[in-house]
């Protein structure tokens, strides 16, 4: 295959490799929230109420957090940036607040870890994740809005975090797969697969594509070494429906390489399962672990249905990235070439303006 990669030749070590014994053995997957740091939330809400705040009117100086935010910074450096890449905090007060209130929460949490980024090209602050009664198979149907099994996939954010509001009657059990782990596999055994999984595949943006973005992406890595660090990307769904817009199939070659990947993505060595009980909240780097869930039931009864709220955070420097990992933080624009839009557009003063003159990466 022409192509030509900086491929590592050996399996790759570290508490970035880690495989299911090593997490389950480790205390700290799940962590509890400390009782100061619900302080600050509980104040937070008492002061968001007074000023008759709503997700779209709080600002990050809704938040102060004395305690809790420098705990969460400490919280992005390890485990998410450096270790395993993901974790649980447990114990956010749910039960003296309202859905919005929990969301409002919720982001001001992320205004302490990183930027939040939009998530869709409406602009939203949170995801709502719950069944919409859509069908996965349809294009420009995305994984959220149903109640499909979703295979392992990374976010289009540096970080992914999922509040848990209510759990689904049955099903809905989250799972991740670390991305070293998969790779140490792939090289291991089938390393026929990693020249394409190193080149990459078109994406979909399944109808959220911003007035600047085209609908297929440039084609990104799957997985990707810069100064030495290995990071992935990886959303099979997309790759497909991309292929199916462009009207040219996937090659059988390009067909195993995927099959491959998932294969080892699924391997009960390389993943941690858990069922996340409401106001449990699992943060995921991106470009170190992938994410899944099982297919659920819901409830029957009205408002006990499955919900999560999703937020997407921007966190300069949290990883070297090639520059074909690249790609714009949702519908906000921002590329992480810092200040750099596609199309010649820039962001000043919170606004998206046209560059002048300049060179437009």
């Known amino acids: 295959m022409d192509y030509d990669a900086d491929i590592p030749l050996s399996p790759l070590g570290g508490p970035e490799a880690w495989t299911r014994s090593v997490v389950e053995a480790d205390p700290g997957v799940v962590t509890i929230l400390p009782a100061e740091c619900v302080d600050d939330l509980l104040d937070a809400l008492r002061g968001l109420r007074a000023a008759g705040r709503s997700i779209d009117t709080v600002t990050p100086e809704d938040f102060a957090f004395p305690r809790l935010g420098p705990w969460l910074a400490r919280y992005v450096g390890v485990p998410l940036a450096q270790g395993r890449g993901f974790g649980v905090i447990r114990g956010a007060p749910l039960d003296r607040c309202s859905d919005e209130e929990a969301g409002m929460l919720f982001w001001g949490m992320g205004t302490h870890m990183g930027q939040p980024v939009s998530q869709n090209a409406l ?164 470009h170190l672990v992938l994410h899944s869930r099982t297919e659920y039931e819901d409830s029957p009864e009205p408002g006990r249905e499955r919900h999560m709220l999703r937020l997407w955070l921007k966190v300069d420097g949290i ?23 596609a199309r010649g557009t820039t962001m000043r003063d919170g606004r998206l303006v046209p560059l002048a003159n300049e060179a437009v990466s």
């Open 123 to 286: 602009g939203h602050r949170l995801g709502h994740v719950y069944d919409q009664g859509l069908d996965y198979e349809t294009l420009n149907v995305r994984g959220y809005q149903t109640s499909h099994k979703l295979n392992y996939h990374t976010d289009s954010s540096d970080l992914v975090g999922l509040m848990c509001l209510r759990k689904a009657l049955r099903g809905g059990l989250s799972a991740v797969a670390g991305a070293h782990a998969i790779f140490n596999t792939l090289l291991a055994e089938s390393p026929q697969h990693l020249p394409l999984l190193f080149r990459g595949f078109e994406y979909d943006r399944r109808g959220e594509a911003a007035p600047f973005q085209a609908e297929i992406s440039v084609r990104r890595p799957v997985f990707a070494v810069r100064d030495g660090c290995l990071s992935v990307g990886y959303v099979r769904q997309p790759i497909k429906t991309a292929r199916v817009k462009l009207g040219v199939p996937l090659t059988p070659q390009e067909l195993a390489a995927l099959d491959a990947f998932d294969a080892a993505a699924s391997r009960t060595e390389n993943t941690f399962a858990m069922m996340l009980e409401p106001g449990d909240i699992q943060f995921c780097n991106n």
């Open 319 to 341: 990883r070297p990235l090639d520059d074909a990992q690249i790609d714009l933080d949702g519908a906000t624009g921002w590329s992480r070439r810092e200040g750099i839009l």
